[in-house]
């Protein structure tokens, strides 16, 4: 009886191995736009967010109250449509706390993924000055903006604790 099964079970295997590469070939001679609507329509799509962790010489963290939701938050944003995470984090910052980032300075991000609410944010750990000044340039969506020690960490909100501790500043759960 084993070997019956064994034997059923690499059939199956090079059958659908046969398939798969008929699937494959078949897929390949339908035009691009049509192959990529089709990959759209079966793969999860994730939102993809890039931040700023603004690190002074003594620890503390800006951090943002932002309007649109719970607890605070580290600055940053969505990426507009062809926008790269570097130039999403360049505008973001700029707009958000007035703090002027070198793109050609930042740090190679760390990338967060957050399967469960399909998001992915790009992090950029930005050690800054102690001189540097912080400043609330959008009062539509940041409501305040502070320096914070991690010992000291006001409420903050959901992603911001997630990407916190997937970075290893906040200890894990």
Do not use: N
């Not at 691009?32 to 002074?56: E, F, M």
């Not at 958000?96 to 990338?111: F, H, I, K, Q, R």
Request: a positive charge; charged letters at 25%.
């Amino acid at each position: 009886m084993r070997i019956g099964r064994a034997t059923f079970g690499r059939y199956q295997r090079r059958r659908l191995a046969r398939v798969r590469k008929a699937a494959m070939a078949a897929f390949r001679l339908l035009p691009a736009p049509v192959r990529r609507a089709a990959v759209h329509a079966g793969a999860p799509s994730y939102t993809v967010g890039a931040v700023a962790v603004l690190r002074r010489p003594d620890g503390c963290l800006l951090l943002v109250d932002q309007r649109h939701s719970d607890g605070w938050a580290l600055p940053g944003g969505l990426l507009s449509r062809g926008e790269s995470a570097v130039a999403a984090v360049v505008r973001e910052v700029r707009e958000e706390v007035g703090v002027d980032l070198d793109p050609a300075t930042l740090p190679v991000p760390y990338a967060v993924v957050t399967a469960p609410v399909r998001r992915v944010d790009v992090v950029f750990v930005v050690d800054v000055g102690a001189d540097v000044v912080a400043r609330q340039e959008d009062d539509a969506e940041v409501k305040r903006i502070g320096w914070y020690s991690l010992d000291a960490l006001p409420s903050l909100s959901r992603p911001t604790g997630d990407i916190l501790r997937a970075i290893g500043v906040l200890p894990a759960r």
